[in-house]
Nanobody
Framework: QVWIVESGGGLVQPGESLRLSCVAS????????MGWYRQAPGGQREPVAT???????VYADSVKGRFTISRGHINTRVWLQMNSLKSEDAAVYYC?????????WGQGTQVTVSS
């Protein structure tokens, strides 16, 4: 069994920053590929940032230069640093981990950007 737990969401004003945390645990490999995805109201879930087992990162065009995904000291933990938040960034953010060909998802953390 694999558990994915996200945290760090909240309410911020445009231009402010937020940092999300994701921890994968259970029957996992030492350094799984992991990523952040988001789903806005009425929208579809879309990739935001991913990081592979060897450290390669990929960002959605809409967040390049503002968001940074990184691994923690423990390789099963990743962070998403979100700077200069915009109203269009508001969504439920989900973390996922790829373990031995299977994808596992957390329950999501709400990010609200409003003045």
């Amino acid at each position: 069994q694999v558990w994915i737990v996200e945290s760090g969401g909240g309410l911020v004003q445009p231009g402010e920053s937020l940092r999300l945390s994701c921890v994968a645990s259970g029957d996992i490999v030492r350094r799984p590929g992991m990523g952040w995805y988001r789903q806005a109201p009425g929208g579809q879930r879309e990739p935001v940032a991913t990081i592979t087992s060897n450290g390669d990162t990929v960002y959605a065009d809409s967040v390049k230069g503002r968001f940074t995904i990184s691994r923690g000291h423990i390789n099963t933990r990743v962070w998403l640093q979100m700077n200069s938040l915009k109203s269009e960034d508001a969504a439920v953010y989900y973390c996922a981990a790829s373990v031995k060909g299977n994808d596992y998802w957390g329950q999501g953390t709400q990010v609200t950007v409003s003045s």
